[in-house]
């Protein structure tokens, strides 16, 4: 029961560890056109705050990690491990 309660989590932490990804390479696209100082500085605390949240997502991961599937842990893995870059179109 509580490695399937875990598992949930670990689901629920990929899907954020994602987002997060997903939203610092929209973040740094935008700052690489932005001119105004005051919008880059606050494109880049967003920026902060992702990363110290995927961070943070990595050491509860971690700690879930000997009562979850082996699988998800390696998406989860596979998830943070991805760059955050600009897409390119």
């Given at each position: 029961?509580?490695?399937?309660?875990?598992?949930?989590?670990?689901?629920?932490m990929?899907?954020?560890?994602?987002?997060?990804?997903?939203?610092?390479?929209q973040?740094?696209?935008?700052?690489s056109?932005?001119?105004?100082?005051?919008?880059?500085?606050?494109?880049?605390?967003?920026?902060?705050?992702?990363?110290?949240?995927?961070?943070?997502?990595?050491?509860?991961?971690?700690?879930?990690?000997?009562t979850?599937?082996?699988?998800?842990?390696?998406?989860?893995?596979e998830?943070?491990?991805?760059?955050v870059?600009?897409?390119?179109?």
């Amino acid at each position: 029961m509580i490695a399937m309660a875990h598992n949930s989590v670990l689901q629920s932490m990929c899907r954020e560890a994602e987002r997060v990804r997903i939203r610092a390479a929209q973040l740094l696209d935008q700052q690489s056109r932005c001119h105004g100082t005051a919008l880059r500085r606050r494109l880049q605390e967003e920026l902060d705050q992702l990363l110290a949240r995927r961070e943070e997502l990595a050491r509860i991961a971690a700690l879930l990690q000997p009562t979850s599937d082996p699988l998800l842990w390696s998406l989860f893995r596979e998830i943070t491990r991805r760059p955050v870059s600009p897409a390119v179109i």
